[in-house]
């Protein structure tokens, strides 16, 4: 007896349905900057809250703590997005050329210009100083002895870096949307 022939259906899907399905995913795509809750860089060694409690912190102060506002996020990505935009506008040009790579390529470029965005303004930021008595327990939280020699000079302490485990937490993520 002889095995039934086994028939193999291809649908054959047109430049256009490509384009429009990327297109589709790409209206729903969004590139998320921050610093995720339980990722790898949340997690701190010195005891204290994690990096993205600390990260809303600063971005927004906290009276009840008597801590200032010294934003870094949504200035850092704002200052950053022209070019952002301009990677988004050419993932926009990949799509509508059916180029799923470098649309995709694109997208993690926006992504990565905007967290160094926001890395720029922690370490440029005009921000408020930090109060003396912060400057005099710094040290404990990076747990070292004593103070760096810009701490007891009093120069060049900026505040949001001590450790640099804040900033080194800010990430992106690309977050694909479902085309037709």
Known sequence: MSKPAAVTVKKTVSKDEDVAKAMASLAKTHILVGIASGSKGDARTDGGPKNHELGFIHE?????????????????????????????????????HGDRIAMDALLEQAGM??????????????????????????????????????????????????????RDSIDYIVVKGKGK
């Open 113 to 166: 210009i905007a967290v160094s965005g926001a890395k720029k303004e922690i370490s440029s930021g005009n921000f408020e100083p930090l109060k003396p008595s912060t400057l005099r327990n710094r040290h404990r939280s990076r747990m070292t002895k004593g103070k760096r020699g810009n701490e007891l000079k009093g120069e060049d302490v900026r505040p949001l870096i001590n450790t640099g485990a804040l």
């Open 60 to 96: 927004y102060g906290s009276p009840s703590r008597n801590i200032p506002a010294r934003p870094f996020l949504i200035p850092g990505v704002r200052n950053a997005s022209a070019k952002a935009v301009k990677k988004m506008q050419g993932a926009i040009k990949a799509g509508l």
